[in-house]
């Protein structure tokens, strides 16, 4: 099979790599300090006595005096399946639990604060089983958007609170697939594929490896705090994009699949050093066509591309009600129509250009907290986000769609000095119809391509301690 004329397309049998990354984006994790947590993420219009306001408003910073050090994570674990609309067969999510780490340290003084943060809000992590259909898009995933924020803030005056931070963003993703051997041309035939033969759709032949990190980007974080009158406080907070350049390397493995042709296939009829009375192990084939070898199509390989976080705006008011009760409410734009396409460049394989068309969406956030004691602070609220992906775009790297999230917490402080803040979150996301394939190379994403239901839904667990001194 040397000289077999075996020509995979490269967009067809590197598809995957990229579009995982690009839908990756579309989660969003907004649980970097546990006080804000609990309160459904209710932050820019008033900051909790934690320095994570570096993060929801860096204006807030003007409001803490002295040293303050917070530190903690967010577990997220989430779960869900897709039940195939013939078979009627469920795969589940397969995620271990995902810590999100959230650090911010600063000092205020003078009507002056200066401080440090480090947070993720752009991530994700999605595992599947091996068998499960959509392995061909991708079963063993993970990305990451590292933030460092140095951040300063100012009090103009008695109602006026203006800061702004400086965001040092690291990214690094890292994305296995599987190849689909019934999507491939047949060597010698000159058109056909190996499932116009009779190869069953989702047969493994390769595994697909990328991994890419240390991309850089530069952004800003920059918040107003304005209190008109004792009891009510408005925040507005913008979070710019932010350009990251990936470049990692894609590898790729042989996958055993152990069938077999039997004699006289079309394959043995076209080649000439092939005894055509003899079944035909397709493992050989492929061994034999040299796909692997250095230079060839897949070939060990740099792969480049593109990926721009999105901006967001929030806005915020919050009502002090009693000295002790405070309501909070916010609304969120982010602009994920910023995804709309991407362009990846391989070293041996054509560009690609995928479509993913994403929307921009917008949430609602209120919370409320209670200041039950002296020692103790009693939160809760509730959140709804709308989905990026549209119905073309929804695959098992993020099964996303509209959600409807609960909170509630707990800040218990133990002296002058130490806070500690817990909370628990519950994100209940709508059914979606989606897809567990790629479109043929050329084509663009569409609903025919959905042949099934996602469900998901995610437990989060926060905690955050603090120190002011």
């Not at 990451?144 to 100012?154: G, I, R, T």
Request: glycine share 10%; aromatic share 12%; with cysteine.
């Amino acid at each position: 099979m040397r000289r077999a004329t075996f020509c995979l397309t490269a967009a067809t049998a590197i598809a995957a790599v990229i579009p995982s990354a690009v839908l990756a984006q579309g989660f969003q994790v907004n649980e970097h300090g546990t006080c804000v947590m609990g309160r459904a993420g209710t932050g820019v219009a008033s900051p909790c006595e934690s320095a994570a306001t570096i993060f929801y408003n860096p204006a807030g910073m003007a409001t803490l005096e002295g040293w303050t050090v917070s530190a903690g994570a967010t577990l997220i674990y989430a779960f869900g399946n897709f039940q195939d609309d013939f078979t009627g067969r469920k795969d589940d999510l397969d995620n271990d639990a995902i810590p999100v780490p959230h650090a911010y340290v600063m000092y205020g003084k003078d009507r002056w604060s200066v401080g440090l943060g480090f947070f993720v809000p752009y991530g994700l992590g999605t595992n599947w089983n091996t068998d499960f259909e959509g392995r061909f898009l991708g079963f063993n995933n993970d990305l990451k958007s590292l933030y460092f924020q140095p951040s300063a803030a100012y009090q103009v005056t008695d109602w006026l609170m203006l800061g702004a931070g400086f965001d040092f963003v690291i990214g690094s993703l890292e994305i296995t697939q599987r190849l689909d051997f019934s999507t491939q041309p047949v060597p010698g035939l000159g058109g056909p594929l190996f499932g116009d033969i009779g190869i069953p759709y989702h047969t493994d032949f390769a595994e697909a490896k990328l991994h890419a990190s240390e991309a850089i980007g530069f952004g800003g974080n920059f918040g107003v705090m304005v209190q008109p009158v004792p009891q009510l406080q408005i925040g507005a907070r913008y979070l710019t994009r932010v350009k990251l350049d990936y470049e990692g390397t894609a590898t790729f493995v042989q996958v055993q699949n152990g069938l077999i042709l039997p004699p006289f296939n079309p394959i043995a009829l076209a080649d000439p050093s092939i005894d055509p009375t003899q079944p035909l192990p397709l493992d050989l084939v492929v061994a034999g066509a040299g796909l692997f070898a250095p230079g060839a199509t897949l070939s060990d390989q740099t792969v480049t591309a593109s990926i721009t976080m999105p901006d967001q705006i929030t806005l915020g008011l919050a009502f002090d009600v009693t000295p002790t009760l405070k309501l909070l409410g916010e609304w969120q734009w982010v602009h994920w129509s910023l995804l709309d396409s991407i362009v990846g460049e391989f070293d041996f394989a054509p560009d690609l250009v995928l479509e993913e068309n994403y929307r921009d969406t917008h949430g609602f956030r209120f919370g409320v907290d209670w200041m039950a004691s002296h020692k103790v602070n009693v939160r809760a609220g509730y959140l709804n986000h709308q989905g990026a992906a549209p119905d073309e775009t929804v695959t098992p790297l993020l099964p996303e769609g509209n959600r409807n999230e609960f909170t509630g917490g707990v800040g218990i402080r133990f002296s002058d000095h130490w806070i500690l803040d817990l909370a628990y979150q519950y994100i209940r996301q709508d059914k979606r119809r989606g897809r567990v394939r790629e479109p043929f190379p050329g084509d663009s994403p569409t609903t025919d391509l959905n042949s099934g239901v996602y469900t998901f839904n995610a437990h989060l667990f926060g905690a955050t301690l603090t120190a002011r001194f």
